[in-house]
């Protein structure tokens, strides 16, 4: 079955960018979207598989995807964007990536 | 705006089923597909199945199949999962997709309800 990889952990410090990488074959087929989870809280959808923000997510988050990879990009980071993030493409069924830990120092 | 509201916690011995229910608010819910997704303790999210409202299709996860069953009705998406063992534990959230009149499931869903603990444990 397809799988997508991701690091656990990154650390970003506040104001700086940080990229999460997401990684999978089925990344050259489908397109990927992007989960935001904070503690004990439902994950928040940031950034579409048509390649867009959700309405109410600020302009600091952004999307790109090439090859078999996807990267999600937070411009200017701020300590409320501490989270995991999880990217989610599919193959036969829905996949998730196992998600990223974002640490903001 | 939508809401989704999730039933209550549950506990579950081994072998038993769970019936886990997610009830829906606002406008064309009928136009949308929901799909479910558990979280074990400290691990990642899960996807379960989906079914569309709007056209009745179901697709589930190869994992699931055979033991799963999702339905909606009276503006609620039910979870039906039978033969639960302790790696079923986890927290179960219904999802709706963002894009209405949609033919199979996609990666988008931008309402989540508050998420249900199912425990299986003797």
């Known amino acids: 079955s397809s799988e997508l990889t991701q690091d656990p952990a990154v650390s970003v410090p506040l104001g700086q960018t940080v990229r999460i990488t997401c990684q999978g074959d089925?990344?050259?087929?489908?397109?990927v979207s992007w989960y935001q989870q904070k503690s004990r809280q439902a994950p928040l959808l940031v950034f579409d598989?048509?390649?867009s923000r959700p309405s109410g997510i600020p302009d600091r988050f952004s999307g790109s995807s090439s090859g078999n990879t996807a990267t999600l990009t937070i411009t200017g980071t701020q300590a409320e964007d501490e989270a995991a993030y999880y990217c989610?493409?599919?193959?036969?069924?829905?996949?998730f990536g196992g998600g990223t830990k974002l640490t903001v120092l | 705006q939508v809401q989704l509201v999730q039933s209550g916690a549950e506990v579950k011995n081994p072998g038993a089923s769970v019936k886990v229910s997610c009830k829906a608010s606002?406008?064309?819910?009928?136009?949308?597909?929901f799909s479910w997704v558990r979280q074990a303790p400290g691990e990642g999210l899960e996807w379960i199945g989906w079914?569309?409202?709007?056209?009745?299709n179901t697709k589930y996860a190869r994992k699931f199949h055979g033991r799963v069953s999702i339905t909606f009705a009276m503006s609620t998406v039910h979870l039906e999962l039978t033969s639960l063992g302790s790696d079923d534990t986890a927290v179960y959230y219904c999802?709706?997709?963002?894009?209405?009149?949609?033919?199979?499931?996609?990666?988008?869903?931008?309402?989540w309800g508050q998420g249900t603990l199912v425990t299986v444990s003797s």
């Open positions: 079914i569309s409202v709007y056209n009745g």
């Open positions: 999802a709706k997709d963002q894009t209405p009149f949609l033919l199979a499931v996609s990666v988008d869903y931008d309402f």
């Open positions: 598989g048509k390649n």
């Open positions: 606002g406008d064309r819910l009928s136009d949308y597909g």
């Open positions: 989610c493409s599919r193959d036969s069924d829905i996949i």
């Open positions: 089925s990344l050259r087929r489908y397109h």
